[in-house]
């Protein structure tokens, strides 16, 4: 397949979509016209946000990105542009996770950071796959809607057992005995059902601890194709480098809320997140108490 030329903010949007579902995103849709929230391509794991312009893409155009990002959704951010970005917004990009690509007026695409070389094929300079035809995008369809509910059905048996106990107030097969009896069948229905509603619960949305990034990092990866040989996870995200940079963070002057989020959008689970703030903190004290007194810190 030939490359899609560019010389229309349409054919930029449409273009984006094509490299997403080469890259794994086999739902990604771009509807050139349709109401600017924000996003301009959607997939189940992704969101994409496409500049046709020749002005530079700064810190701002991000921050309106990551606004856009509907809340508590954890899906991966793309951003495109034909120009260049700001060394602010690469920064920003970097702290947020954010996947910048540059493409040129045939269409290819060139990762510009760290988040887009990871999710981009070895080969970025290969053309994108066709467009879908209506065959095969109703079957995707049918298979998105399987695993929806492959995805769910932990919610809807756990949100069940959680109600089920009030349900079953009343019942004259269940209680017949004395009140008191009726009470202890009653309290024992309710933890039993809210036992195994809770665990189904948590493993549906990664309420366990476990390593580093398998929590949401997981949940944003599921519309995506997983690739034959998975990648060696970065250098970058070990526990050892992960502290280290929320230590930083910390000592720049942000809050522990600010380094939390930052961690949280690196796909960091919760009790991780937790151990290394207090790593972190615990690792600034000693540097602090390991500086001779009287001698201010080198900036």
């Given amino acids: 397949?030939?490359?899609?030329?560019?010389?229309?903010?349409?054919?930029?949007?449409?273009?984006?979509?094509?490299?997403?579902?080469?890259?794994?995103?086999?739902?990604?849709?771009?509807?050139?016209?349709?109401?600017?929230?924000?996003?301009?391509?959607?997939?189940?794991?992704?969101?994409?946000?496409?500049?046709?312009?020749?002005a530079q893409v700064g810190?701002?155009?991000?921050?309106?990105?990551?606004?856009?990002?509907?809340?508590?959704?954890?899906?991966?951010?793309?951003?495109?542009t034909g120009s260049d970005y700001a060394p602010t917004a690469v920064a920003y990009a970097e702290e947020w996770s954010i996947a910048l690509f540059k493409y040129g007026l045939d269409g290819m695409m060139t990762p510009v950071n760290a988040p887009a070389r990871r999710i981009s094929r070895p080969s970025p300079s290969t053309s994108?796959?066709?467009?879908?035809?209506?065959?095969?995008?109703?079957?995707?369809?049918?298979?998105?809607?399987?695993?929806?509910?492959?995805?769910?059905?932990?919610?809807?048996?756990?949100?069940?057992?959680?109600?089920?106990?009030?349900?079953?107030?009343g019942d004259e097969k269940t209680y017949t005995g004395p009140l008191a009896l009726d009470?202890?069948?009653?309290?024992g229905?309710?933890?039993?059902?809210?036992?195994?509603?809770t665990f189904l619960l948590a493993t549906r949305f990664g309420f366990r601890t476990g390593p580093i990034g398998s929590g949401s990092a997981a949940r944003a990866d599921r519309g995506r194709t997983r690739p034959?040989?998975?990648?060696?996870?970065?250098?970058?995200?070990?526990?050892?480098?992960?502290?280290?940079?929320?230590?930083?963070?910390?000592?720049?002057?942000?809050?522990?809320?600010?380094?939390?989020?930052?961690?949280?959008?690196?796909?960091v689970t919760f009790m991780a997140r937790g151990r290394i703030l207090n790593e972190a903190k615990s690792l600034n004290k000693r540097t602090r108490d390991a500086r001779p007194h009287g001698r201010a810190p080198r900036r």
Avoid at 18 to 47: E, F, K, N
Avoid at 69 to 76: E, H, I, L, T, V
Avoid at 183 to 187: A, S
Avoid at 189 to 197: D, E, K, R, Y
């Fill in 1 to 54: 397949m030939q490359p899609m030329q560019i010389s229309s903010w349409q054919q930029a949007e449409l273009n984006a979509a094509r490299w997403m579902r080469h890259w794994g995103y086999a739902d990604a849709t771009a509807r050139p016209g349709g109401p600017d929230s924000g996003v301009d391509v959607r997939a189940a794991g992704a969101l994409g946000q496409v500049k046709y312009q020749a």
């Fill in 183 to 187: 009470v202890l069948k009653f309290i």
């Fill in 59 to 80: 810190r701002p155009e991000l921050q309106r990105f990551v606004g856009a990002r509907p809340r508590g959704s954890n899906a991966q951010l793309i951003f495109f």
């Fill in 189 to 197: 229905i309710l933890l039993a059902c809210w036992l195994v509603g």
């Fill in 228 to 267: 034959a040989a998975p990648a060696p996870t970065p250098a970058s995200d070990s526990p050892d480098a992960l502290v280290s940079e929320a230590a930083r963070l910390l000592r720049s002057g942000r809050r522990q809320h600010q380094v939390d989020a930052v961690l949280r959008e690196r796909g």
């Fill in 128 to 169: 994108p796959s066709p467009s879908p035809s209506p065959s095969a995008a109703a079957a995707a369809s049918d298979a998105s809607g399987e695993s929806f509910w492959k995805r769910n059905w932990r919610v809807v048996a756990g949100v069940s057992l959680l109600l089920a106990p009030f349900g079953s107030i």
